[in-house]
């Protein structure tokens, strides 16, 4: 469609974060098919965590709806994955079809999670942080090759703990704090008698853009909130080529950081008329794929708030609505990778995660945490010129580049407030 000069107002934003593409060394490239073959795997994967990041996204928007919803697929992914690896029968079944890893063995979907980790990090441009650790409980025999299968293709910290005194809870904290800079200070609240294990997976992101907003275009400005109130907030501005794409329905915009650009973020802007959640609803990731590989450079205007959010939520009724009941089941489920007694049964008994954000002129900062709890029972066409404001709801989604793997992805319909269900 040819787009003329506008204005794009954004009132429900939904954020994404940018994936990353690491550049390889000379050495690395010797071998161009095998590097290839590698990289389409990691994309299997990455495909795998962005379907399921969608699919969990319109979950948490809909029932009931929220104001904000920003979550990090790939950490929820990583920590729900670290414990699939433990997952026996109908239980493994059911979490790889959740997670979107039907088809792929468990070793596979361990290589394919040291792959992708490895890539986050071969940047130089932006600070991606990815760390996963396992806390058991002190006094119980856990399977041996599951902890091996965290260390060693998870990268995780294995810690045994004395889960009944209250250092042990300052201590899985204290990890988060540390792994996230300070952004998520706590992520369990209690550890209760029945609770052996905790995997804990957290992300932290800092990238400048590569092209800053300058803070004198910085200006107060109305949002449009989507209940139909304004509200005023700093709205930074910058003018530039960009990589656009102006639909019937939305706008998306690509607004990448660092100079080789490893990742970017990737701002979508509903029709005025059409609501936030009705644009969430009817996206998937093949859909999103269709958008991203249809951006095209051009000339336009960008209006986009400077704001934080913090957002927090249990996932465990998400989580089942999915499909992943069994896992949560006091008796059906099926964790004998993990530890297996003759008279107790384990399963998960809570999955939390909690997300930062922070768009400023220089740039993002994010981070993300997610713990997994098990317990024991009871005994188109070429763009014109454009311009984008956005001022009403929108998504916003961070992106890895090179693999395609979302690291980040919500809708915000007011920026600035924190959310907590």
Same mark, same amino acid.
């Given at each position: 469609m040819q787009v003329s000069n506008y204005t794009l107002a954004i009132t429900a934003v939904v954020l994404i974060f940018i994936c990353l593409s690491p550049s390889y060394s000379q050495s690395a490239a010797r071998d161009v098919s095998s590097l290839q073959v590698q990289t389409d795997s990691v994309r299997r994967l990455s495909a795998g965590i962005n379907d399921f990041g969608f699919r969990l996204?319109?979950?948490?928007?809909?029932?009931?709806?929220?104001?904000?919803? %920003?979550?990090?697929p790939l *950490?929820?992914?990583?920590? =729900?994955? !670290?414990?699939? !690896?433990? /997952?026996?029968?109908?239980?493994?079944?059911?979490?790889?079809?959740?997670?979107?890893l039907q088809g792929l063995r468990k070793q596979e979907v361990a290589a394919l999670a040291a792959k992708l980790m490895e890539r986050l990090k071969k940047n130089t441009d932006v600070d991606v942080s990815v760390a996963n650790s396992i806390w058991s409980r002190k006094g119980f025999q856990f399977k041996k090759d599951f902890l091996k299968t965290g260390e060693k293709f998870f990268e995780a910290e294995i810690a045994e703990l004395d889960f009944s *005194?209250?250092?042990?809870?300052?201590?899985?904290?204290?990890?988060?704090?540390?792994?996230?800079?300070?952004?998520?200070?706590?992520?369990?609240?209690?550890?209760?008698p029945l609770d052996v294990m905790v995997l804990l997976n957290a992300i932290y992101f800092e990238g400048p853009w590569k092209d800053q907003f300058k803070e004198e275009n910085t200006t107060v400005q109305r949002f449009h909130l989507g209940?139909? *109130?304004?509200?005023?907030?700093? @709205? !930074?501005?910058?003018?530039?080529?960009?990589?656009?794409?102006?639909?019937?329905?939305?706008?998306?915009?690509?607004?990448?950081?660092?100079?080789?650009?490893?990742? /970017? /973020?990737?701002?979508v802007l509903p029709e005025e008329k059409l609501e936030l959640g009705e644009l969430i609803d009817n996206l998937d990731r093949k859909k999103w794929e269709d958008w991203v590989s249809s951006l095209e450079r051009a000339e336009g205007h960008l209006v986009l708030?400077? %704001?934080? =959010?913090r957002f927090e939520s249990k996932l465990n009724d998400p989580l089942k609505d999915l499909g992943m009941e069994l896992p949560f089941d006091r008796v059906k489920a099926d964790l004998t990778g993990i530890i297996d007694l003759l008279t107790r049964n384990a399963y998960?008994?809570?999955?939390?995660?909690?997300?930062f954000l922070e768009v400023t002129e220089r740039g993002t900062e994010a981070a993300a945490a997610t713990s997994v709890k098990?317990?024991?029972?009871?005994?188109?066409?070429?763009?014109?010129?454009?311009? @984008?404001?956005v001022d009403r709801p929108f998504l916003f989604a961070i992106r890895h580049e090179e693999t395609g793997a979302l690291l980040f992805l919500g809708g915000i319909r007011n920026p600035q407030k924190s959310s907590k269900y």
């Open positions: 996204t319109k979950e948490l928007y809909s029932a009931p709806p929220r104001e904000n919803v %920003f979550i990090s *950490s929820v992914h990583l920590a =729900l994955g !670290m414990t699939f !690896m433990g /997952a026996e029968a109908e239980t493994e079944t059911e979490m790889a079809e959740v997670l979107g *005194s209250p250092e042990a809870l300052e201590t899985i904290n204290n990890w988060i704090s540390e792994n996230t800079n300070g952004k998520i200070e706590k992520i369990v609240k209690k550890l209760s209940d139909g *109130s304004e509200k005023f907030l700093p @709205m !930074m501005s910058r003018s530039g080529r960009f990589y656009f794409l102006g639909r019937e329905k939305f706008k998306l915009i690509r607004i990448p950081y660092g100079n080789n650009e490893p990742v /970017a /973020a990737y701002v708030p400077k %704001f934080e =959010l998960i008994s809570s999955v939390r995660h909690k997300t098990i317990s024991l029972t009871g005994l188109g066409p070429t763009q014109d010129d454009f311009e @984008m404001i």
